[in-house]
């Protein structure tokens, strides 16, 4: 018995020893891997500057560049390359000691002083700017934690100061799926101008694949939502105040894997609204894209680059070209793309509408890409707006005083003669568009549907000619 344990003791302790410095190569060709895979994704360099490697740690220097024009070309957004230095350390396993103690293969972190931040930004010295750690355990699965680090800006000169409480955010990952949740708590901006004040940030992710799959594919089931409890705005020169109560975005994909197609729903939304003492809720827009061509997705993805101009813009020499090689992937799974539901409830009364539209039984395309008749023949459309009268006319009448607004013969016209002139003018134009038969209208509700099928359009029971 003696014997065995002292076997099975040698063992575990070579093992330990040993296997270190197979988790250190492993390591090595991770880092170089991410390398390339960086350089890849459009907008973003990567190269490591420094690497060192021994039996029991791995330490490297990162140089992550951002190209921002990428993100905002066409934009009058510039914004100045950015290049960060990341400085990374590792322990091997399976029994890790120093920075990374404990059991399991490999603990890491990775931190971006933020130097060059300084000039503008306070926050502690010993202090990272921003910081991620991980670990991966025996049986391969990782956990990790990422922050930013609290900081505040003072301007005197432009009587400008901010304030940001952090970011604390972690996860875990199996190989088969990854989850994240994140919080921040406060964040404020204060000028002779506008005061802003954003509580309680959350973001919410879920992956269910693997990081494989996300880098070679790009479709798969995924959940996110992002939410502010509060946002208040005080525009101090116009003496209003905006607040939003539970601002929400949230995106989901679902692939079917038999097939092939995706799914992606989109839904932004604010359960609260106040400006002034007008108060709204349930203000929300949800959108989705249905059975969208994996097939295709890949294809745009392995071309997106010989498609690209030197700019940065779409050359559309080669996007036709690439249309008429893959369009018929998309448009024969009978794609969708709806607006689900537009809606909100006003002081007035409450509105809602819903836009769906689809492509079907498509087997070949036509000779001429561009032929409406074609498409008409092949899509389907649903729509429908309902509302409360007075909330129609409210946002008919608010539609109405940006357009007159706008109208040279009104330049010389007060916002109040505006808004009167507005007011005029809608009851008669909605009246009119109920004689017409594009609105019913009853003495509290307006409605209106519209279908399209087999090259049949139909406003509220009425046929309405096409040209095509």
């Known amino acids: ?64 560049g951002i190209t921002p024009g990428t993100f905002t070309q066409g934009s009058y957004v510039e914004m ?196 002034d003492d007008f108060a709204a809720q349930d203000i929300a827009l949800e959108f989705e894209m249905n059975n969208l061509s994996g097939e295709f997705i890949q294809a745009y993805q392995a071309e997106s680059k010989a498609i690209a101009s030197a700019n940065g813009v779409a050359d559309p020499t080669k996007l036709i070209e690439f249309l008429n090689n893959n369009l018929l992937l998309l448009v024969k799974a009978n794609p969708e793309v709806n607006i689900t539901s537009l809606r909100g409830t006003l002081p007035q009364g409450k509105f809602s509408s819903h836009f769906n539209t689809s492509l079907v039984n498509i087997t070949s395309l036509p000779a001429q890409l561009a032929d409406p008749s074609f498409w008409l023949t092949h899509a389907l459309v649903d729509a429908n707006i309902n509302g409360d009268k007075a909330a129609i006319e409210w946002i008919a009448t608010n539609m109405m005083q940006m357009q007159l607004a706008k109208d040279p013969g009104t330049a010389g016209m007060t916002e109040a003669e505006i808004t009167d002139l507005a007011n005029q003018q809608v009851p008669a134009m909605l009246s009119m568009f109920a004689q017409q038969g594009f609105l019913t209208a009853t003495e509290t509700n307006y409605n209106s549907t519209l279908t399209l099928k087999d090259k049949a359009l139909i406003l509220n029971d009425k046929p309405i000619p096409l040209p095509f």
Do not use: C
Request: hydrophobic share 40%; glycine share 8%; aromatic share 10%.
């Open 1 to 64: 018995m003696n014997k065995i344990v002292t076997i099975s003791l040698s063992a575990l302790v070579l093992g330990g020893l040993i296997a270190p410095k197979f988790v250190g190569g492993q390591l090595n060709d991770s880092l170089h891997e991410i390398v390339k895979t960086v350089n890849d994704v459009p907008g973003y360099t990567m190269s490591i500057k420094d690497i060192e490697s021994n039996w029991f740690s791995t330490s490297a220097v990162l140089v992550v």
């Open 80 to 275: 100045e390359e950015l290049t960060l230095e990341t400085e990374y350390s590792a322990t091997h396993g399976p029994f890790r000691f120093g920075e990374h103690s404990g059991l399991g293969w490999v603990g890491w972190s990775a931190k971006v002083d933020g130097e060059a931040l300084r000039e503008a930004l306070e926050w502690p010295l010993e202090q990272a700017f921003y910081q991620i750690e991980s670990s991966m355990g025996l049986f391969g699965g990782h956990t990790y934690a990422d922050t930013i680090t609290a900081f505040s800006a003072k301007k005197s000169d432009e009587d400008i100061s901010v304030t940001f409480s952090g970011y604390q955010g972690e996860g875990s990952y199996d190989g088969q799926g990854l989850e994240y949740s994140a919080i921040m708590r406060d964040f404020t901006l204060a000028s002779g101008e506008v005061d802003v004040t954003l509580n309680d940030l959350t973001l919410d992710m879920l992956l269910e694949t693997s990081i494989e799959e996300v880098l070679a594919n790009g479709i798969y089931d995924s959940s996110t939502k992002m939410n502010f409890a509060n946002i208040d705005v005080n525009i101090k020169d116009e003496a209003k105040k905006v607040t939003l109560s539970d601002l929400y975005m949230t995106v989901a994909t679902v692939l079917e894997p038999k097939e092939q197609l995706m799914d992606m729903k989109l839904a932004y939304g604010v359960n609260n609204l106040a400006v």
